[in-house]
């Protein structure tokens, strides 16, 4: 399968070593790629077109050119904590999906694939259980409602234009060797704490849902590889141990020590 | 301490991608260290 992802960051590097290590042809979208990263990462010198999604005439050309049979569409400003500007946040985040989901329907493709997120959920009871049904809300935050705005625009791309849509709600990501936002920074912190030999706290991590940037990856590609007669959303998350504590602590030497 | 958080059911992704993650936080953690050291 041929598949053009855009953002060749954490996730989209990672996502690429998955599928270019399945047999799949991959390519990248991407503003500004570091082409060590992504070697370091894949294993490979993937082809990468630079170019800015906010620009639906460069997103058209790059289908033109890959003629993908599946977009992941991963590049995006991520968590409020990066967002300083509302209008630039749903540029980046909100018209760009626009622009990917018409660039698609411009070109043919027929499959996308879209980074949605866990923080959409508005439950609160640690009790509580949230499936795909559970009631979300963007809360007043723009990265959130750019991600739901995303979920409703590509929902009527699919139906109006019978694009098969995956929405991937993740949980925080973490991962080698660059987080760029959301609750995965702080677990990023805690491994470089540990490898500067200080003691890690975990009792932040393990109050919400995390997922390995590996895992993530492999579940984003059978998202790609599977098909979709409908659109779909899912969850991808790791599994949280249910009662696991709240506070842990765990040395440098645990983590450096260990396979 | 921050106030836990409900957790995600991963059951529809497992039935229909048959999505199966390997890798709980601490053993990600341990990867992520490893591959720093290589």
Known sequence: MRVLITGAGLIGTHTAKELADRGDEVMFFDFA???DYIRRVTGRDLTVIRGDIRDLAALVDAFQQVRPECVIHLAASVGEANIDNVYAGFQVNLVATINVAEAARLTGVRRLVHASTQALYVGEDPNELLG??????CRERVYN??????EHVLRTYAAKHKLELALLRFAGVFGYYSVAGGPGV???????????GKAVTLNVYESVDFIYAKDLANGIALACIHRLWRT???ILAAVRSPGSKTSKQRSAKSFRGSK | MTPARPRMD???ARTELRFNPEYKLEAGMRDYV???QR
């Open chain 1, 145 to 150: 409602a750019s991600k739901l705005g995303c």
């Open chain 2, 10 to 12: 991963i059951t529809r």
């Open chain 1, 132 to 137: 795909e049904d559970s009631p979300i809300d």
């Open chain 1, 186 to 196: 702080a677990v990023q912190q805690a491994v470089w704490d540990a490898m500067a």
């Open chain 2, 34 to 36: 490893a591959q720093l």
């Open chain 1, 232 to 234: 779909k959303s899912l």
């Open chain 1, 33 to 35: 790629p570091r082409p």
